[in-house]
């Protein structure tokens, strides 16, 4: 059985990929009572409010709290959680030596999933110890699965994953938004901007996942002396790739003072 400690957007979005293949062995800890409400009359799940009665229930437990509540969970739940369980934490910033630091298992998986596992295309990175064996890994790997594509990595890359794919969503929407801030500057109406630019989006985003690498999909587009030229010569010019570099370096730097701050 999984356990969800915290009932958020992310543990609702791997509610709902587990549910849809089948899976509905599954219990969630919530404090709020109208979201424990909301949970079971959604997806006919079993809810609680105390994290400890979840823990005995379960096999697998997924910390789905946010990073500044993580010291207060593992304390409450430290006497309850024994070597039958596997840990998973989906908290940004949080690193496994901390919860092993609480927890009598050494069954723990650190998780980085993006928002994107709402409408099931997630990019997850797992990190986890190399002890661990495939038949305890499988079944995490499933859940994320659920909603998305997931790879595993040594835990020194999970910072930079947390900037790269983690707040990735974020960065993208950014400069979707200044996209249509630029065509309504110039005459679109914000609806017709948005829906030219967010299906350019999303077609693109289809073509890169049809297996075509960006530079060749940017060769196809761009003819000499056309206006796709044009255009990246701005890009260019105005340090774009010095831009991304320095936005990525800070989120990493962030990412990485929140793990020291759990530490």
Known sequence: MIG???????????????????????????????RRRYLEKCYGIKTTSSNKELVNMV????????????????????????DRHTVVSIAAGIPLNLIKNY?????LIRAMPNLAAIVGESMTVLALCDCLEMKIVAPVRDIFMSVGKVITLPEPYMNFVTALSGSGPGFFCYILEQ????????????????????????????LLDSG?????I?????????????GLKILSENCLREAILKTVQAATKRAEELSKKGE
């Open 4 to 34: 969800f400690i915290g009932g958020g957007n992310m543990a609702e979005a791997l509610i709902r990929g587990l549910i849809k293949e089948g899976k509905r062995e599954l219990i969630v800890s919530e404090p709020i009572e109208e």
């Open 59 to 82: 096999d697998i437990i997924v910390l789905a709290v946010k990073p500044q509540n993580i010291i207060e969970v593992l304390s409450e739940i430290r006497d309850s959680v024994t």
């Open 103 to 107: 927890l009598k298992t050494d069954k």
């Open 179 to 206: 996209f249509i801030d630029v065509a309504t500057e110039m005459g679109f109406s914000e609806d017709i901007a948005s829906e030219l630019l967010i299906q350019t989006f999303i077609g693109t985003a289809k």
């Open 212 to 216: 075509l690498p960006p530079d060749r």
């Open 218 to 230: 940017r060769k196809k587009v761009t003819s000499p002396g056309g206006t796709t030229e044009a």
